[in-house]
């Protein structure tokens, strides 16, 4: 069984990182709105992170035998005024989240749960690669400035990000690469739950199936 004070903080950020996924997924609706496609679809690929790391926490929590407890999820910012404030605002957030990463290590380490210590180095290293991704768009950004047509360009590259999921242990999530189309919220649900998909979702570019 997982130790009680462990299983508590990895209840509590598995809530995090919903909110990352959340916090994304606004940034990704602030570029739709100003009609950048490639930005917006930077973002709705780093949703799909975020949520395989959700689920990962979900997975490990039930496997030690410890109980998910899903609470509320904060309201995200809206209404950034440049891409350059989104993604200053977003290695900020990465970097919390690398502070919570370390926090859990150690509380692992004093509660002598050593299962814990080695599952969360996968997110230590995650970490790294996370905040160097967002850092590497900032500073690229600010070499930018207000250079429209570089802007443009730097759109038309971020657009052919494309999810790839992790390599995992079987059953834990479906390795196809999956696109949201439509309908967030149920998107959101599809990819955590491992629900059949529908024609929210597209893989390699095709329709998935029929609508619910």
Not at 24 to 40: C, D, I, Q, V
Not at 62 to 80: E, F, Y
Not at 172 to 183: A, F, H
Not at 185 to 205: A, H
């Amino acid at each position: 069984m997982i130790n009680k004070k462990v299983e508590n903080a990895l209840n509590k950020h598995l809530n995090s990182e919903l909110y990352s996924a959340y916090l994304y997924m606004s940034m990704s609706a602030n570029f739709e709105s100003a009609n950048l496609k490639g930005f917006a679809n930077w973002m709705r690929v780093q949703i799909q992170e975020e949520m395989v790391h959700v689920r990962k926490f979900y997975d490990y929590i039930l496997q030690r035998g410890g109980k998910v407890v899903l609470t509320a999820i904060d309201s995200p910012p809206a209404g950034w005024v440049s891409p350059l404030k989104v993604f200053e605002d977003a290695l900020t957030h990465e970097q919390l989240v690398t502070n919570l990463i370390n926090a859990l290590v150690n509380l692992a380490f004093a509660e002598k749960d050593h299962a814990t210590v080695n599952f969360l180095q996968w997110f230590v290293t995650e970490q790294v690669e996370e905040e160097a991704s967002f850092n590497d768009v900032l500073q690229r950004l600010r070499i930018i400035g207000k250079d429209g047509g570089a802007l443009f360009m730097l759109d038309k590259e971020m657009a052919a990000r494309v999810f790839v999921p992790p390599a995992t242990t079987a059953g834990q999530i479906d390795k196809r690469v999956l696109t949201p189309c439509s309908t967030r919220t149920r998107c959101f649900l599809q990819i955590f739950f491992s629900l059949p998909l529908t024609n929210n979702w597209s893989i390699g570019g095709e329709q998935a199936c029929a609508s619910l």
